[in-house]
């Protein structure tokens, strides 16, 4: 290794380590070298403290890799003296031994076998794309140490909630001054944003990337597609509806308790969790005490193909159950129904899944090119607002329903 410099994040981590910490997390701003020491830390692992360890490295999408991690692989190997890798002039990696280790590149938008098998280490990169449950499964078959690193680019997460409050969790905070790997250009970029007289004169001033990329603080992301939110204690006394989003594997089966009254919806979240059939859908609403005898509209892509389970048309398997379900129309776009529902109040009840719904109030948000906004939501964290929204397609129609 030719550089002698040490960045913040790398000592935080070995430190962690070696103190006992269950995990770690690393947040911060852009360019903090949160990652290149990361790939450091792995280095650390491979060749001062492990042989034949199995390391899993997880992103929400492996094409994110290759503009990513793989980068920085490439870039700090050599320095190390390992010359002759992948990164770089192979298109696909999916493992690397590394001195006698073996890396697992891991996507969570596709899980495979690998994804929910055992490991001795655990980095979730970019962590704040990743969900709960593919969180859940990783730690569990974590056999010595975990980490986490991210961007705060909201300020709602379930990271925040359920990890940083843990004591057997570690916790750096590190932004681009705190790298000294960090080049004059990339810094210049960051600076750019502040809201200084001579930014804003230039054009470049940006609060929100400002302080999630060059503070590294925690920020409201633009565009957020429902501002005319808030959270009440109960479900009124309402006659009330269900709406429904399937989820496999690793997206959430969203279950949405509705009521409507005028100017105002009222939601209720009561599952946020992989459902895979629909005997364990009719178990779980059983156990949860939701009525499958009022009306229920569901995503019309219901069907769900299972390892060695065959095709199952989940609507068509409840109603053997005795639901009152439905399939959702999807005649007009979904930007015309958000708009509709965008007109109302919206109120979310705070009950044990409410930090879920309360997480996609704050992330779901339209699309953005070259900086500006476009009336196209992003297909992301929209798993309890698809549900709402099909219950509110659902009142306007499909027929034979009774909702009063």
Known sequence: MTERKINKNLVHLIQSFKA??????????????KTWSSVDFIMFLCSKVERNATIHILRETYQSFKTSLFEDFQRRLPMYGIKNHPFGTVQNISQYNLLGNNLHFLSADKPTKALGSGCDYFFGNEALEISKAIFDQKEQRCRKFWWLDYNPFYTQHWIFDNVLKREDVAFCHSTMLDNPFISKKERKKILSYEGTKFNITQGTADKFLWEVYGLGIKAAMQGRIFK??????????????????????SDPNAIVKCAEDGDDLYYQLESYVP???????????????????????????????????????????????????????????????LLQMKQKRIHIVKNDFYGDAKNEAEKYHF?????????????????????????????????GFNYQ
């Open 367 to 399: 699309q953005e090119v070259n900086g500006i906004l476009i009336n196209q939501p992003y297909d992301k964290f929209n798993h309890f607002w698809d549900a709402a929204r099909y219950d509110f397609m659902g009142r306007r129609q499909l027929k």
């Open 228 to 249: 005319n939110v808030d959270y009440i204690d109960e479900f009124p006394n309402l006659a009330y509806t269900y709406g429904m989003d399937f989820g496999f594997t």
């Open 275 to 337: 459902m895979e059939t629909p005997e364990i859908i009719h178990e779980y609403a059983l156990a949860r005490k939701i009525d499958i005898h009022v009306p229920i509209t569901a995503d019309s892509a219901d069907k769900y193909t299972g390892e060695n389970k065959g095709t199952v048309e989940m609507v068509e398997g409840l109603k053997k159950l005795g639901w009152r379900i439905d399939k959702v129309s999807k005649t007009k776009s979904v930007m015309y129904w």
């Open 20 to 33: 006992g910490y269950e995990g770690d997390v690393l947040e911060g701003g852009s360019r903090s070298g």
